[in-house]
């Protein structure tokens, strides 16, 4: 089992920033593929940025220039730095972790962290 626990989120207006942070622990040396994903009210859940061992990371098109993922390994613990937010951000955000070989959706996931875009 993983267990995986984030923070970070909150309420900032709109061309602000935040930090989301993501701590793993457990049985982590499975995990090489972690990301964040979103779900906004009356959406489906999408991913926004994930990063792979070997530090390789992928984004969402609507994310791409504003946030960047990191992880640091002797942490256990990935980052989303998002910049520029807009209104349309406004999700949950919850962290996943997981064996390349599995699809996200069987992966572990944390608790989910709230972000509010709005002036």
């Known amino acids: 089992q993983v267990q995986l626990v984030e923070s970070g989120g909150g309420l900032v207006q709109p061309g602000g920033s935040l930090r989301l942070s993501c701590a793993a622990s457990?049985?982590?040396?499975?995990?090489?593929?972690m990301g964040w994903y979103r779900q906004a009210p009356g959406k489906e859940r999408e991913l926004v940025a994930a990063i792979r061992s070997g530090s390789y990371t992928n984004y969402a098109d609507s994310v791409k220039g504003r946030f960047t993922i990191s992880r640091d390994n002797l942490k256990n613990t990935v980052y989303l730095q998002m910049n520029s937010l807009k209104p349309e951000d406004t999700a949950v955000y919850y962290c996943n972790a997981r064996p390349s070989s599995w699809a996200a959706q069987r992966g572990y996931w944390g608790q989910g962290t709230q972000v509010t875009v709005s002036s």
């Open positions: 457990g049985s982590i040396l499975s995990i090489n593929v």
